[in-house]
């Protein structure tokens, strides 16, 4: 199976930044497309980020437009989440996920995607 882990998550203070990682296993790693994904204390999981396995498609949910950046390192097998302008209602558990259709289209759609990680916490203060 594929394996995804999340690093970065952290507490910052409102209009700080921070930068996840997700470091994801496969030969074929370039071909997929990878999404961030966040989970709010009593909400449902939500779609953040996504982005193609060439890295020229991206995809972002309107909450987090103009402050957030995905992009990919695929000689490293690696992909990030930039995260600028920080807000309270950022803070959630951050997911990253591998959906390994073949030349799929960036999607938000949670159950396209088929490996998760664990997850790591942001937490932004006021």
């Known amino acids: 199976q594929v394996q995804v882990v999340e690093t970065g998550g952290a507490l910052v203070q409102a209009g700080n930044s921070l930068r996840l990682s997700c470091a994801a296993s496969?030969?074929?790693?370039?071909?997929?497309?990878m999404g961030w994904f966040r989970q709010a204390p009593g909400k449902d999981r939500e779609f953040v980020a996504g982005?193609?396995?060439?890295?020229?498609?991206?995809l972002y949910a309107d909450s987090v437009k103009g402050r957030f950046t995905i992009s990919r390192d695929n000689a490293k097998d690696m992909v990030y989440l930039q995260m600028n302008s920080l807000k309270p209602e950022d803070t959630a558990v951050y997911y990253c996920?591998?959906?390994?259709?073949?030349?799929?289209?960036?999607?938000?759609?949670?159950?396209?995607?088929?490996?998760w990680g664990q997850g790591t916490q942001v937490t932004v203060s006021s």
């Open positions: 496969g030969r074929t790693f370039s071909m997929y497309t």
């Open positions: 982005i193609s396995g060439s890295g020229i498609s991206t």
């Open positions: 996920a591998v959906d390994r259709r073949f030349m799929g289209a960036v999607t938000a759609t949670t159950t396209l995607y088929d490996f």
